[in-house]
């Protein structure tokens, strides 16, 4: 049977929750784009500028996603 280094399983929890950065910035994705159709309603006029504010807000909220990601990979194939 082959035994698992400690270390090897605590680069597996940290990768985890490296990917939880993907989980909660969906979170909050979904929760700006609820407040934006709100604001849409509220104000039909000023659909433009919402609607670029939030593809801008989510383009940056998808970027700390990817580098949860990117990092959980890192350290599941580097260590």
């Not at 939880?20 to 979904?30: A, H």
Request: net charge neutral.
């Amino acid at each position: 049977m082959d035994t698992v280094s400690i270390g090897r399983g605590l680069v597996a929890i940290a990768a985890a929750l490296a990917v939880m950065t993907g989980i909660f910035s969906t979170v909050g994705q979904g929760y700006a784009a609820a407040k934006a159709v709100e604001a849409v309603g509220k104000n039909p006029d000023a659909e433009k500028q919402i609607r670029s504010m939030l593809i801008l807000g989510a383009g940056i909220a998808e970027t700390a996603a990817i580098y949860g990601m990117l990092i959980s990979f890192m350290l599941i194939f580097m260590f």
